[in-house]
């Protein structure tokens, strides 16, 4: 629902979606080659929908328009018989002009068992033992974003620069055995040229930061073994 007010505007969204945890370590993912086609689902284990909503403001701003919002998630996991395990999130976005032609954009989130959006590095719930049946179960709390610059280096926005950075970090304190990515960063800055009006050519860095903890029984014990990667990308894209 779009809302004018002068020359700004407000927009409310709201929404009741089919849910899927899609948690590897729950087994209520999906296999490969699955068609639900003759049933209502598996987001039909969960007994509710997800219930999501967001509220943005956009505002003209440096000869051009800025766009701030925020949102909220909640939804409600089925694991087993009679156990049920809340998920939620807060959440914030904006995209601003800073000059007519450098944009600052990004996203932050924090909330629990958000593994519907792969947060918590793809962890939403804290099991063990490390197969089923179950005995312990803890919720994992997460918390993080990403931010981008985007600059547009020629009048004619045929040249374009993004730099960004960003992290997914879930709460040490939360995490069990097989449940022990504790964080992970990444940066990136990237060259878009557009060569003709249908082919741009782009080149992209990105950096990875990944950490994890080390359990002694159930008990966390500090950080465990640590990687870091960088990636090179060039493309060529048509466009029609």
Known sequence: MKHPMGSASTLLQFGILRPQFSDPRLGDLPSAGILDSTASGFGERNTQPFYQARLSATLPMVGSTGTVGVG??????RVGVNRRLDSWAFAFDYSVPLHSRVRFRGEGFLGSNLV??????????????AAAPFTTFRKIGAGGGWAELIVKLTQDNKNVFYVGAGTDDPRD?????????????FGWASYFHKVTDNVTAAFEWSNWDFKTDSFAGVVNVGRGPTGRGN??????????
């Open 231 to 240: 990636v090179f990308n060039l493309s060529l894209a048509y466009q029609f």
């Open 116 to 129: 519907p959006f792969q947060g918590g590095i793809l962890q939403g719930v804290a099991a063990v033992p």
């Open 72 to 77: 909220a998630h909640y939804g409600r996991e």
């Open 173 to 185: 304190r939360h995490l069990l055995p097989n449940s022990t990515r504790a964080k992970n960063s």
